[in-house]
């Protein structure tokens, strides 16, 4: 009969809990609750049991909201990841559509330039002076 007036108090503190809008609170006032209510049973109403097992379920309800907010922010990582990787393909894709659809001129004019290199260092080696064209579409 002590069960049975201790399940509407502890309903209804279940209950109200929700109102706070934290899914932590609920989770601790649930383990706790559950907690409680087995100590009693198994500590046969001792208050030390009670309070105990009360303390147990809310170190069992914070480990599972630990779980959940780890595979939460997990979750969001991988999601924020992805969409940085579309965006860079995206980006990608744009410029060269851009260059494929600027094209050359229509009437297929270009200009060549002749440069001259000099002697330089280039990776460790010496190059010796040369000459390049470089195309240029106008």
């Known amino acids: 009969m002590k069960i049975a007036r201790t399940i509407p108090p502890l309903l209804g503190v279940l209950l109200l809990s929700g109102c706070a809008g934290s899914p932590r609170v609920l989770t601790g006032t649930i383990g706790g609750g559950l907690g409680a209510l087995a ?6 109403g001792k208050p030390a049991a009670t309070a105990l097992g009360a303390g147990a379920g809310v170190l069992a309800g914070e480990a599972l909201q630990y779980a959940m907010d780890h595979r939460t922010h997990d ?23 851009h260059q494929k659809s600027a094209g050359p ?13 000099p002697e330089r260092l280039e990776n460790g080696a010496w190059r010796t002076p040369s000459r390049r064209q470089l195309r240029f579409d106008e």
């Open 105 to 117: 001129a229509e009437d297929g004019a270009f200009s060549v330039h002749e440069i001259e290199l």
């Open 39 to 44: 100590g009693h049973s198994l500590g046969n």
């Open 75 to 97: 979750a969001f990582n991988a999601g924020f990841d992805k969409g940085r990787s579309d965006t860079a393909k995206n980006q990608y894709w744009i410029m060269v559509n």
